[in-house]
């Protein structure tokens, strides 16, 4: 079983940047898609980035394309998630989640997952 942590969250201005870490724990996440997803109050929980086991691919939502890189140091079980030009609509508590298929955009098929991270973009 695979233990998730997020940090890195905080208030930022508009335009600012963050970079969100994932520590996993536990089981080695080399065979884990690693993904990002994010809730923003009173919506649903939805996608924001995922990565290969081999770090090599990647998706991302459309709004954050350009903007958001996912990356994945499997020798230190991270994940990270660089947020640059942020955006209020960015608003949301973030996300670290595992699943043991690829490309699969829909929360229910991740787990585990960390507590969260709130993440708070002023206009």
């Known amino acids: 079983q695979v233990h998730l942590v997020e940090t890195g969250g905080g208030l930022v201005q508009a335009g600012g940047s963050l970079r969100l870490s994932c520590a996993a724990s536990g089981d080695t996440i080399l065979p884990y898609t690693m993904a990002w997803f994010r809730q923003a109050p009173g919506k649903e929980r939805e996608f924001v980035a995922q990565?290969?086991?081999?770090?090599?691919?990647?998706i991302y939502k459309d709004s954050v394309k350009g903007r958001f890189t996912i990356s994945r140091d499997n020798s230190e079980q991270m994940v990270y998630l660089q947020m640059n030009n942020l955006k209020p609509e960015d608003t949301a508590i973030y996300y670290c989640?595992?699943?043991?298929?690829?490309?699969?955009?829909?929360?229910?098929?991740?787990?585990?997952w960390g507590q969260g991270t709130q993440v708070t973009v002023s206009s």
């Open positions: 990565i290969i086991w081999s770090g090599d691919t990647t």
């Open positions: 989640a595992a699943s043991r298929m690829w490309g699969l955009t829909s929360s229910d098929q991740f787990h585990p």
